[in-house]
């Protein structure tokens, strides 16, 4: 069985009881037309960019969080009449992309100063390394499979603390090294995730398991 991340695994031992040693972890590739885009960054009114509205993408946290700063949200995905209230109420500077496709999201990422992905639970998570490969400092959760999957190229936070979202936001938005450094670690950390490698690992274990099965059975 193969599984895209060590919480994918933990949780699926944990509803099936299965042995452990049957369950390979392979993390999902990263789409090889995602690059590296460099871009000033705009300190005096940065774009946030959030991915998901789903209920785990945890939008309204980040909108109070938001509260007061001088920045613009953009946000992908569907939004609903409370959420669009709790905007428009907090007087959030926003724009809402729905129905986007690859090459859309690709521009979203190379215009956004940040992207936010503090999210509540996730499988993978794979607008960490996306906003990660095109340049871009990210703030995500400090959970998992996040900080597996964001390595040390991510700012990370609890994602129920209000508080500690805005902290974080300010810091990033004021503190250039800090931001700087993290974009060059996120740069380093997806190259874990190139098509290559991962196209690798399968077929090693695809060679391991023709192996195990040819020393059960030698006609194989």
């Given at each position: 069985?193969?599984?895209?991340?060590?919480?994918?695994?933990?949780?699926?031992?944990?509803?099936?009881?299965?042995?452990?040693?049957?369950?390979?972890?392979?993390?999902?590739?990263?789409?090889?037309?995602?690059?590296?885009?460099?871009?000033?960054?705009?300190?005096?009114?940065?774009?946030?960019?959030?991915?998901?509205?789903?209920?785990?993408?945890?939008?309204?946290?980040?909108?109070?969080?938001?509260?007061?700063?001088?920045?613009?949200?953009?946000?992908?995905?569907?939004?609903?009449?409370?959420?669009?209230?709790?905007?428009?109420?907090?007087?959030?500077?926003?724009?809402?992309?729905?129905?986007?496709?690859?090459?859309?999201?690709?521009?979203?990422?190379?215009?956004?100063?940040?992207?936010?992905?503090?999210?509540?639970?996730?499988?993978?998570?794979?607008?960490?390394?996306?906003?990660?490969?095109?340049?871009?400092?990210?703030?995500?959760?400090?959970?998992?499979?996040?900080?597996?999957?964001?390595?040390?190229?991510?700012?990370?936070?609890?994602?129920?603390?209000?508080?500690?979202?805005?902290?974080?936001?300010?810091?990033?938005?004021?503190?250039?090294?800090?931001?700087?450094l993290l974009i060059i670690k996120g740069l380093e950390n997806?190259?874990?995730?190139?098509?290559?490698?991962?196209?690798?690992?399968?077929?090693?274990?695809?060679?391991?398991?023709?192996?195990?099965?040819?020393?059960?059975?030698?006609?194989?």
């Amino acid at each position: 069985i193969t599984v895209v991340s060590e919480q994918t695994k933990r949780e699926l031992i944990q509803l099936t009881n299965c042995n452990p040693d049957k369950i390979i972890v392979i993390h999902n590739p990263l789409d090889p037309a995602i690059r590296y885009h460099p871009k000033a960054f705009n300190s005096e009114m940065p774009t946030v960019l959030h991915i998901g509205t789903a209920e785990n993408k945890n939008l309204p946290r980040l909108i109070k969080a938001l509260v007061g700063l001088a920045c613009r949200l953009w946000i992908v995905g569907r939004l609903d009449k409370d959420t669009i209230t709790m905007l428009t109420t907090n007087q959030i500077s926003f724009e809402n992309f729905v129905d986007c496709d690859d090459d859309q999201i690709r521009t979203l990422y190379q215009q956004a100063d940040i992207v936010s992905f503090v999210t509540t639970y996730e499988g993978f998570g794979l607008p960490i390394i996306e906003a990660q490969a095109t340049g871009r400092v990210v703030l995500t959760s400090q959970l998992q499979p996040h900080q597996e999957i964001g390595g040390e190229g991510a700012c990370y936070v609890n994602p129920y603390y209000i508080e500690e979202i805005r902290h974080e936001i300010l810091e990033l938005i004021q503190n250039t090294q800090k931001r700087e450094l993290l974009i060059i670690k996120g740069l380093e950390n997806v190259k874990r995730f190139e098509a290559a490698k991962i196209s690798t690992s399968y077929l090693q274990l695809y060679h391991y398991i023709h192996q195990t099965l040819c020393a059960v059975s030698p006609e194989l």
